[in-house]
């Protein structure tokens, strides 16, 4: 019995692995082929409109362009797996580089929201349903309502106009005040992390100060929709008999909520978070614009702006790596956190 | 169901024509409708929604008599203007009213919602019917080609698609349609898995009925309550990426009276003339709350186990 339940496990993981594997190929075909009908003229953007007719076909050529699509295909691909992504117009750097420069910003600013949307809308959402129908859940509602109504870049610009501009409690836009730029030694690209190890307490409190509004801004939009997820978990749970048996054992109804009902939620609640981190990426783009924030999402908005399809696709493909590998990491919590779910 | 059955028997008393079992197809519709109504109405905040949206519409309707200016008549000796009684909601750089700009950008908004929602809806109900009621092969290649769209966050594959077709408001429109539809298929094809094996369809079979008139005649009106919640849930996104494409400058092109694209020209002047950017906003807000609200209240009559 034993072997058959391991072979089983393994041929499963297998398939898992089988169906990424699909879904990434398929990803890469659909990044290069809208490569392909993107209306740019690659080979003149590289030599430039003053080069002559010969340049233009050397460059042509050299691109491989002249070769028919499935061997570009073909090449593509190879070259992908070599680590070969292309340079970037913008910057004139391959685009991997850029993209792992400017990553850890976003890291950066991503964690930091997900822990205040986490952190609040949590706790709310549990409020919410030990309080149903009551007016704390419905003045959570409308709170939670206006994070799905609210647009992103709106409330943005307005925390800026009020903590920025008239109370002056925030830094503007950017990761630190301008003449503390560059200061100190980039270990891990974290800046709050890079600050605290240089010791520089002034370079650390200025990126606190800069990264707090929009870390907020991007927050309230998670928060929004954590919550409303906990609130469903939670009066799921506390509709079940165990609480009831608890409640009637004369189990205190703090240790009901939280040492019964919330216990049963955890793996559910950290699969949507795995879920809600993933999406961070697209606030991101908007958020990053607005705070001249040098992260993943104005590094790729700057490149649709200027239409380098090149550095567009690899972006693209990217973002979908990262979501499909923690879709498939909420799904391995699953398994190891919730022991209905292996038979 | 069971929010409606409970809701009954309180009006039944009052109501006679609820009281009645129905003797027609007509009856019995009427009266489904009738409880229908009394449970949306019921809930002030959707009602609330639906009279913000119908707002909306006359406002769209009747812009040119509503509007108090030209919204693209410039008039640079009344720029950056204060709102005034002249200028409810002041002026923006070039001296336009921004209130007239506002309402004529509630015809940007609805062209945008209604085109999306009429492509991806029927798009989505199709593939999603057909693939689950065929199964096999088919499902298989169309699952796997909605979990790559749907493994992306959609502004991300909203911006791409944008990038390939170039900017401008009849692109966005496409992109959002593009990204919108295998959520709608996905949802299709589960309600059709659910019912492809209940005996009706198998009675309907039995009859001779071709494939094409069991998806078109018994599936897809099954199917169409949950697909029209999902569509009026989906509004208020569908307005917000609109928005977020005219800000990042690749939806509506100046001098289209959008309203993203005003937040972001208002962008420079906003510490100074703070109303540039609050009045297009609060608008953006406010619509896609209204569909959030209706699209809330409408699942309640039409797919109460969903909620």
Redesign the interface.
């Known amino acids: 019995m034993g072997r058959f339940f391991k072979r089983n496990k393994i041929k499963r993981a297998a398939q898992s692995l089988a169906s990424v594997l ?2 990434l190929l ?2 890469v075909t ?1 990044t290069f082929f ?1 490569g392909q ?3 740019v003229d690659v080979v003149s953007r590289l030599v430039g409109p003053d080069a002559d007719q010969a340049t233009y076909q050397a460059t042509y050529e050299r691109l491989g362009l002249d070769q028919p699509i499935i061997v570009q295909f073909g090449i593509y691909i190879s070259r992908m797996l070599q680590g070969d992504f292309g340079t970037a117009l913008l910057t004139g750097h391959q685009v991997l580089d850029d993209i792992v420069r400017v990553f850890p910003a976003t890291i950066e600013l991503g964690t930091l929201a997900l822990l205040i949307g986490a952190g609040i809308g949590v706790p709310l959402g549990v409020l919410a349903a030990v309080q149903r129908n009551r007016p704390a859940d419905h003045i959570i509602r409308v709170v939670t ?2 994070g ?7 409330i943005g ?2 925390g ?2 009020l903590f920025y ?1 008239y109370l002056g409690w925030v830094g503007g836009g950017g990761r630190v005040e301008i003449y503390y730029d560059g200061l100190v030694e980039t270990r891990t690209g974290l800046l709050l992390v890079d600050s605290l190890l240089a010791g520089d307490t002034e370079v650390f409190w200025s990126a606190v100060r800069h990264i707090i509004l929009p870390a907020t801004v991007l927050g309230y939009a998670s928060m929004a929709s954590l919550c409303r997820l906990t609130r469903s978990f939670m009066i799921d749970q506390l509709s079940q008999e165990y609480v009831t048996a608890a409640r009637v054992k004369g189990v205190s109804e703090w240790n009901v909520i939280w040492h019964h009902a919330f216990r049963n939620i955890r793996v559910q609640l950290l699969t949507v978070i795995a879920l809600t981190y ?2 961070m ?2 606030g991101a ?2 958020i990053e ?2 705070f001249a924030w040098p992260g993943f999402g104005q590094y ?2 700057n490149n ?2 200027l ?1 380098d ?1 090149n550095a ?1 696709m690899v972006c ?1 493909l990217l ?2 790596v990262i ?2 590998t923690l ?1 498939m990491l909420a799904d391995l919590l699953y398994k190891i956190f919730d022991p209905r779910t292996v038979q | 169901m069971s929010a409606q059955a409970s809701e009954v028997p309180a009006k039944r008393k009052k109501v006679a024509f609820l009281d009645r079992e129905a003797t027609s197809v007509t009856e019995a519709f009427l009266q489904r409708l009738l409880v229908g109504v009394h449970t949306f109405l019921s809930n002030g905040l959707a009602v609330a929604g639906l009279s913000i949206i119908l707002l909306l519409i006359a406002v769209a309707a009747f812009a040119p008599w509503i509007a108090t200016h030209d919204p693209n008549l410039q008039n640079l000796s009344m720029a950056l203007k204060p709102p005034s009684s002249v200028n409810w909601f002041g002026t923006d750089e070039y001296g336009r009213d921004i209130f007239s700009r506002i309402v004529y950008g509630s015809r940007v908004t609805l062209y945008i919602v209604t085109l999306v929602t009429i492509t991806v809806g029927p798009i989505g109900l199709i593939v999603g019917t057909v693939s689950g009621y065929y199964g096999g092969t088919v499902d298989m290649i169309v699952m ?2 909605t ?2 769209f749907l ?7 909203t ?2 698609f ?3 077709l ?1 900017p401008g408001l009849e692109q966005a429109v496409l992109a959002i349609a593009l990204t919108g539809w295998p959520a709608i298929a996905r949802l299709a094809r589960a309600e059709t898995m659910t019912i492809r094996s209940s005996d009706y369809i198998a009675a309907a079979r039995l009859q001779g009925a071709s494939s094409l008139r069991i998806i078109f005649g018994s599936i897809i009106p099954v199917c169409m309550s949950s697909v029209i919640v999902r569509l009026t849930l989906g509004m ?1 996104s569908v307005i ?1 990426t609109a ?2 494409l005219g ?4 939806g509506a092109q100046p001098p289209t009276p959008e309203w ?1 694209a005003m ?2 020209a208002g ?1 420079e002047y ?2 100074d003339s ?1 109303w540039l ?2 009045a ?2 609060v608008a ?2 406010v619509v ?2 209204a569909f ?2 209706f699209g809330d209240g409408l699942r309640d009559v039409l797919d109460p186990k969903s909620k």
């Open positions: 699909v879904t398929l990803l659909l809208l009908v993107m209306p309502l206006l799905h109504s609210v647009p992103i870049f709106w610009l307005m800026l106009l501009s993933g999406s990426l697209e783009v908007l614009t607005i790729l908005t649709l702006l239409g399809m567009i693209v973002v979908g979501f499909i879709n | 796997r080609i979990d790559l493994a992306f966050p959609g502004l991300i594959l911006l791409t944008v990038a390939i170039g208020a917000l928005a977020g800000f990042l400058g690749l993203g937040t972001s962008r906003m510490l703070w950017v609050t297009p906003g953006i807000m896609s709350l959030n609200l």
